[in-house]
């Protein structure tokens, strides 16, 4: 049973940063492309960044390009993000993603990942 379990997520002041982290266990961790996606009250779930499987390929939101960082450890299998700069608008439950596609199958879509966490919230203030 594969796993997923986001933390890290909790009430900033916009500027703050936080670094979130998703645990895997059930899985070759080495062996699926991971995501983080966002959702926001009353929007759709929206993709914020994607890696590869070995950590060299990243790719980024334009919303959230130059102030956060998807990096992964596959010797703990886990992901992480850390986010900078926060801005009200990054308000939103943060999910992590598992694919089994290589990122050359465009990992900005929602339907490419097989996996998903529970969620963490992450609220920043004005």
């Known amino acids: 049973q594969v796993q997923l379990v986001e933390s890290g997520g909790r009430l900033v002041q916009a500027g703050d940063s936080l670094r979130l982290s998703c645990a895997t266990s059930?899985?070759?961790?080495?062996?699926?492309?991971m995501g983080w996606f966002r959702q926001a009250p009353g929007k759709e779930r929206e993709f914020v960044a994607r890696?590869?499987?070995?950590?060299?390929?990243?790719y980024y939101a334009d919303s959230v390009k130059g102030r956060f960082t998807i990096s992964r450890d596959n010797a703990k299998n886990t992901m992480y993000l850390q986010m900078g700069s926060l801005k009200p608008e990054d308000t939103a439950v943060y999910y992590c993603?598992?694919?089994?596609?290589?990122?050359?199958?465009?990992?900005?879509?929602?339907?490419?990942?097989?996996?998903w966490g529970q969620g963490t919230q992450v609220t920043v203030s004005s």
């Open positions: 993603a598992a694919s089994r596609f290589p990122v050359s199958f465009g990992l900005e879509s929602r339907d490419r990942y097989d996996y």
């Open positions: 059930g899985h070759t961790f080495s062996t699926y492309a």
């Open positions: 890696i590869s499987r070995s950590g060299v390929s990243t």
